[in-house]
């Protein structure tokens, strides 16, 4: 056997046919040793200087090494930043060749060894700043199966949440993982791409008194020594590189009870001291995995599933890791004090997303990061349906009008990319985690789940899993199984919305006469006035109209494939309504004729869900000069009583003005507006709980208590905010959990130096993550410039974690709460991220520098256009994905320019004194 270099406190060993970690006696904590030189294990003359190595093109590694099996052995010490370990990968070789080419990124290589036969080869490694790793040979190796065998250091990183990272939980250390998109090679070297789908084995060295965890059961536990052991695990199912996880630290574990068909163990993962937390997620996690199993046909795939927590996160809320999946703390944790209707609702839906990416993205993967839009659309479509399976009563239909929503906004932008985006440069694999791939991608599914019908659409899903199972696949294959199942090819239609970009717009308009009720119908691209976008556009659109006449509903479905066409409805009778959009299942923005929109608002047939729609697609078009900005603001007025929370919060978004559009006399105008159209229903419900009061009081209150107290300026809500806040501070209890963000922000808003004050002390004071981001939500809305500038400070000071960072200063991932709201927190959080550049990107995960543009995208003038491109332009290259972002963000912008112009005058019409409000109505 022949002895590599030490490392980290370890010696490697090779050995035939597994690669063994000893101990020596080199203390653990020692600095790394000096790269020993690179030569072959046989003793040779020295050759001549090698050529320049040439990079492959592109982001794809040559094909000509293709891995069967890759063996990980890591050392992790939670409290050490770094950690050391080896790898072996058994391949096979396509042709000769004297370079194996690997991705690996921050990483030290201190070995890398071929084994070909019985000879040992040593290779010279090269690395490259694209994180690919090239493996120079003395000679060419053969074609044929060989062994790879490298030991390398790598980083546990504290600001960010990708790689290999340690956190703080109490006084403890832990270590988590998180590999998508491109990060297991921050790991170990591999090949990093979804389309190598191989068996994985792990062995973690850690210290004797904590857990280990990771994609598989534990096998054995063997002492290591100086106080570590050895913790093995069984081979995984083929698997992705992104997809391995583990986690290293004191863990306190929840046993729930055994789920599915095959009673697989189930349990909820905690830091120490907190399983008492888990209750919820122990409850509900092996009833959605039963839901899912049901829907599938098909059990769960792999042998356990472990939910783990990790105490924040910045980049994502959870991962669908093979059997570890990940959730921040804030979701899968909770304390009764904090707990809430809308916190278990979004653990459940966020777990039913994730388990479902157990079937659809784990046991069936992307070929590449172009169709990864297929596992999080479906995955983002399948959370409401099998929320919808399991609790009818959550409103589910409505919320997946929301998802559509979210993403006809994004699709709306010139900026807007195909969802199908071809993938050439990391900046690419970033933009393709995105509303165009979760939410836009979601609602095309079930705008054809619709069309075909749903059990036609459940049999395709069910064969695609089959037919690819343990393999990988692309949207041609799953389109192909949907058309099987359908009878008819779904693919040309289907693809018009995967390789276009925009949403359409259709307009309908309802003529009655001789030939009875005909819809005539037109498409064209939406995009609002003021865009620069070319509004041609020809999509195959699925289209169902509901109407009703004489009280008789009926359903008609057509296929929108050319520029205009007719849809009979009823060739004897003109309805007395009709919805070209039922169930506002159809993606596309729906502009109606007068009339029919008139008969539509007066009929009240719509389902929660149509009415949601509609009232997103009236938004978009009063904004956008399609329509009157008056029809938006009444037909606000119409739902301002609603009690289902969706409706509600459609409502309250279609009333919303830009407090840019707003200045004095029209912005008091508008304040007493909302007082008077939300104010009752407010007020009714009030700030605080009341006995026995429903899930949907407790789900609409924030909302519409923030928009009438902040808004509106309600003077009685706002002295009651102001009340709650001070006595939240000594008596947490003082407030309900949903509502202490709403009181603390209601009273910063209108609060000076005193109350911020106190906020920051509380702060400095507290270790619980969630009090922390309520506290941070108060110091983010005060209207004083000045205690902006100190945000600004406390964000640079290193007090904040980087989720913590970016909640106070971007208003957190929609980037839409406070400071950005007000032209002069735009501007100081602008100037102060400037100024304070350096230091924040110390702070920051490199991905996540991105969140700054939210600043640009909620500004309104040419001066901060300006403003905006001096700070970020030259910054935007260096900066993950931001090219594409930083696009889109300056088109909102030049949009809201526009918006304003056309506006403000009609506001100003809507809000004179001659004009009475609308009353309230329930909705």
């Not at 084994?115 to 694209?130: C, L, N, Q, S, Y």
Request: hydrophobic share 40%.
């Amino acid at each position: 056997m022949a002895e590599c270099a030490p490392f980290m406190g370890l010696r490697l060993v090779v050995a035939t046919p597994l690669l063994v970690l000893l101990a020596c006696a080199a203390d653990r904590t020692a600095a790394p040793p000096a790269r020993p030189p690179i030569a072959s294990a046989t003793a040779s003359p020295a050759p001549s200087p090698a050529p320049a190595l040439v990079e492959p093109p592109g982001l794809r590694l040559p094909t000509t090494f293709k891995p069967a099996v890759q063996r990980v052995r890591l050392q992790i010490l939670p409290a050490s930043p770094s950690f050391s370990g080896t790898t072996e990968i058994d391949a096979t070789l396509a042709e000769p060749t004297d370079v194996v080419w690997l991705n690996a990124d921050a990483l030290e290589i201190t070995s890398a060894v071929a084994r070909v036969g019985g000879e040992e080869i040593r290779a010279e490694p090269v690395t490259f700043k694209d994180q690919r790793l090239a493996l120079r040979f003395p000679h060419p190796l053969p074609a044929g199966p060989l062994t790879l065998s490298l030991g390398f250091q790598g980083t546990q990183f504290t600001q960010e949440d990708s790689g290999v990272f340690r956190q703080q939980s109490g006084s403890d250390w832990y270590v988590f993982t998180q590999f998508e998109e491109t990060d297991a090679r921050r790991a170990f070297p591999c090949v990093d791409e979804p389309s190598i789908k191989i068996p994985w084995e792990v062995t973690l060295r850690v210290p004797v008194g904590l857990v280990a965890v990771s994609n598989t059961s534990a096998v054995s536990e063997t002492p290591a020594g100086e106080g570590l052991k050895d913790v093995r695990f069984r081979q995984t199912h083929p698997l992705p590189s992104y997809l391995v996880a583990f986690g290293v630290g004191p863990f306190e574990i929840t046993e729930a009870r055994a789920a599915g068909r095959k009673h697989v163990p189930v349990r909820i993962i905690a830091p120490r001291g907190r399983g008492f937390e888990t209750a919820w997620a122990a409850r509900v996690t092996p009833e959605i995995l039963e839901g899912l199993e049901d829907y599938f046909g098909m059990a769960y795939p792999y042998e356990k599933l472990d939910v783990l927590a990790i105490p924040f996160t910045v980049q994502f809320g959870a991962m669908e890791n093979v059997g570890l999946v990940t959730f921040s703390e804030s979701l899968a944790l909770t304390t009764s004090e904090q707990d809430g209707v809308a916190r278990r609702r979004r653990y459940a839906e966020v777990a039913a997303h994730e388990f479902a990416h157990q079937w659809f993205g784990d046991l069936v993967t992307a070929a590449w990061w172009d169709d990864i839009w297929l596992n999080e659309a479906f995955a983002t479509w399948m959370e409401t349906k099998v929320i919808e399976r399991w609790a009818p009563s959550w409103g589910m239909a409505a919320k997946r009008v929301e998802v559509r929503e979210l993403a006809a906004e994004a699709d709306a932008l010139v900026a807007a990319r195909v969802v199908r985006q071809p993938v050439r440069s990391y900046n690419d694999v970033r933009n393709a985690f995105d509303a165009i791939t979760y939410d836009k991608g979601a609602s095309v599914l079930r705008m054809f789940e619709e069309w075909v019908g749903e059990e036609t659409f459940r049999r395709g899903v069910q064969q695609y899993l089959r037919a690819h199972a343990d393999g990988n696949a692309t949207a041609a294959d799953f389109l192909r199984a949907i058309s099987d199942s359908a009878g008819r090819d779904v693919a040309p239609a289907f693809n018009t919305f995967l390789d276009r970009p925009g949403i359409p717009r259709v307009q309908a308009t309802l003529r009655c006469g001789s030939r009875g009720a005909v819809l005539e119908l037109a498409q064209d691209r939406w995009l609002p006035a003021g865009s620069t976008g070319d509004r041609a556009g020809l999509w195959q659109i699925p289209i169902c109209a509901r109407w009703s006449t004489k009280g008789k509903e009926q359903t008609r479905c057509t296929l929108l494939d050319t520029p205009t066409a007719e849809l009979t409805l009823d060739p004897r009778s003109c309805p007395d309504w009709v919805l070209p959009n039922a169930g506002y299942a159809g993606y596309y923005r729906l502009q109606q004729d007068p009339g029919s929109r008139a008969r539509l608002l007066r009929s009240g047939r719509l389902s929660a869900a149509e009415v949601v729609g509609l009232l997103g697609d009236t938004g978009a078009l009063a904004r956008g000069g399609a329509l009157p900005r008056s029809e938006g603001l009444q037909l606000a007025a119409r739902h301002a009583g609603a009690s289902e929370e969706h409706v509600l919060d459609a409502a309250i978004r279609l009333a919303t003005v830009r407090e840019d559009f707003l200045a004095d006399p029209l912005g008091q105008a508008y304040a007493a507006w909302v007082r008077r159209v939300f104010g009752p229903h407010a007020r009714a419900l009030g700030l605080s709980r009341k006995p026995a009061e429903d899930d949907d009081a407790q789900l609409a209150r924030p909302a519409l208590l923030a928009f009438v107290s902040q808004r509106g300026g309600d003077p009685q809500l706002v002295a009651e905010s102001r009340r709650l806040a001070e006595a939240w501070l000594s008596q947490p209890r003082a407030v309900a959990p949903e509502m202490v963000p709403v009181v603390l922000r209601t009273a910063t808003r209108s609060g000076g130096r005193d109350l911020q004050q106190a906020l920051v002390q509380r702060l400095d004071r507290t270790a619980d993550r969630q009090t922390r981001e309520w506290l941070l939500e108060g110091l983010a809305a005060t209207r004083v410039p000045e205690l902006l500038d100190e945000n600004v400070t406390l964000a640079s000071s290193g007090r904040l974690n980087p989720r913590e960072i970016s909640n106070l200063l971007t208003g957190g991932r929609r980037g839409t709460a406070p400071p950005l709201d007000w032209a002069t927190g735009r501007e100081r959080m602008l100037a102060g991220i400037d100024r304070s550049w350096d230091a924040l990107t110390a702070l920051m995960p490199r991905g996540a520098l991105t969140r700054y543009f939210a600043v640009v995208s909620q500004s309104c003038s040419q001066g901060e256009r300006a403003e905006a491109e001096r700070v970020f332009g030259p910054r935007v290259k260096s900066m993950l994905g931001a090219p594409r972002r930083f696009s889109g963000a300056l088109e909102r912008l030049d949009l809201c320019i526009d918006e304003r112009t056309r506006e403000v005058p009609q506001l100003e019409r809507f809000f004179a004194p001659r004009r009475p409000a609308p009353a309230a109505a329930g909705g």
